[in-house]
């Protein structure tokens, strides 16, 4: 049964910093590009970071650019959003995403920042 599984979110003020993680199971995770999307009420799901699958590539949103960091481990079949000087506009649900030979998508973690 494939899985992604989301965790890290919360409550943070202006400035702060999470780290988001995507725990994946079902599938061979090191063949798939991962990324992280979000997705904020009455707004469309977005791309914020995408890594390959060997971990030799990044690519980042113009908006998070310099602030996050996308990582992954494949040993421990996770992917990683450091996540620093957050601002209230980072407010959304993350989602961790799989692609390869097939798509797959988490459930999402919640992500606020307000003070």
């Known amino acids: 049964q494939v899985q992604l599984v989301e965790s890290g979110g919360g409550l943070v003020q202006p400035g702060g910093s999470l780290r988001l993680s995507c725990a994946a199971s079902g599938f061979t995770f090191s063949n798939y590009h991962m990324s992280w999307y979000r997705q904020a009420p009455g707004k469309e799901r977005e791309l914020v970071a995408t890594i390959t699958s060997n971990g030799g590539s990044t690519n980042y949103a113009d908006s998070v650019r310099g602030r996050f960091t996308i990582s992954r481990d494949n040993a421990k079949n996770t992917v990683y959003l450091q996540m620093n000087s957050l601002k209230p506009e980072d407010t959304a649900r993350y989602y961790c995403?799989?692609?390869?030979?097939?798509?797959?998508w988490g459930q999402g973690t919640q992500v606020t920042v307000s003070s």
């Open positions: 995403n799989a692609v390869f030979l097939m798509i797959y």
